[in-house]
């Protein structure tokens, strides 16, 4: 039977991607059990590889027909190669173990399967179960980004470095938020909001863009958390890039809205690790874009179960950063 069966796949580029499945199973002797996604960019199988349960990700495409989700996968592939031979050993503990994996036509890797219990709720990516916001959780959340934050350019192979995203606030996030001022007033039911905004993020533009570059998983959601018993993992490493040292934390934060005590203690901790003298501006400013992110993606996502929480504390807190006495004339 065909591993690959897609309306969404031409017929040459379905024949092209399952000989490639072929060729990657039968060159490392492995076996596909599952087919658990097909399209519209990934393939992924679970099954056994050296007597491991494994995973086989591989993007359907080759690099010069979908080049853009080449390059991301390219850097969770390149990231997992890095941390193998790494001095990070909290990160080696955590990410999933590479087995195998090729960059050209198309990217894909076979790597070890991650089983545990899934930290969010119903298959979301928004919600957490309750249980993951605990002071242990917390600890162990400052130590796994600050290993992250640990590692230096000069450590990473060029090739790596040359596919790292690097957030430029005009030139990328502002860009993405202009064709949506009128989602954003209208989900607060709030006229000249898109003023304000403006006005905000040109007065702190260069505080976000001056701010220190450390290495950020960028999307630590629900979804990439996995209990092992007494073990915790982290995975879907393929948006790591540069960003500010805030930007995980406050993912985090954010998700935590039902739960202030530990929203504080997850403040307080990252306080005391990162150290930086802009620290309540930056906060401010990473959580403002992160809310007005949220507000769009209101507009787009499934199921609003899942972000409804999010979506409420994210309008909440544009009102209070934004109700200041000097943005809001």
């Not at 991607?17 to 097909?38: D, F, G, S």
């Not at 934050?149 to 993405?176: A, C, G, H, M, W």
Request: proline letters at 4%.
């Amino acid at each position: 039977m065909s591993h690959l069966a897609s309306s969404q796949l031409n017929k040459k580029h379905l024949e092209d991607a399952q000989r490639a499945v072929t060729a990657i199973l039968k060159k490392h002797k492995m076996t596909i059990k599952k087919v658990l996604r097909l399209g519209p960019r990934y393939y992924v199988g679970d099954g056994m590889y050296r007597g491991k349960r494994a995973v086989l990700k591989m993007c359907l495409y080759t690099s010069s027909v979908d080049f853009l989700t080449n390059e991301k996968f390219k850097r969770e592939v390149l990231f997992m190669r890095f941390l193998k031979t790494s001095r990070h050993a909290l990160l080696k503990r955590l990410a999933p173990l590479l087995y195998q994996s090729g960059l050209e036509p198309r990217a894909w890797y076979i790597r070890e399967y991650v089983g545990g219990q899934v930290q969010s709720i119903n298959d979301g990516n928004v919600l957490y179960r309750p249980t993951f916001f605990t002071r242990e959780r917390v600890k162990w959340i400052v130590n796994c980004f600050s290993s992250l934050q640990s590692i230096k350019k000069s450590e990473l192979p060029d090739k790596f470095v040359s596919l790292l995203y690097k957030p430029d606030f005009t030139r990328q996030l502002l860009k993405y938020m202009n064709p949506h001022w009128k989602r954003v007033e209208a989900s607060l039911r709030w006229s000249g909001l898109s003023r304000i905004l403006k006005r905000y993020f040109n007065s702190n533009r260069r505080l976000y863009n001056t701010a220190p570059r450390v290495f950020v998983h960028q999307e630590p959601y629900a979804s990439a958390f996995i209990k092992q018993g007494s073990r915790w993992r982290l995975i879907d490493w393929e948006n790591i890039g540069w960003g500010n040292p805030l930007h995980d934390y406050i993912v985090l934060w954010m998700r935590a809205s039902q739960y202030p005590d530990w929203q504080e203690m997850l403040r307080t901790s990252a306080r005391k690790r990162i150290k930086l003298a802009t620290f309540d501006q930056l906060w401010d400013m990473e959580a403002l874009i992160q809310s007005v992110f949220n507000v769009i993606s209101w507009h787009f996502y499934k199921p609003k179960s899942d972000l409804r929480e999010l979506f409420e504390f994210s309008r909440k807190n544009i009102k209070r950063i934004l109700t200041s006495e000097t943005y809001a004339r």
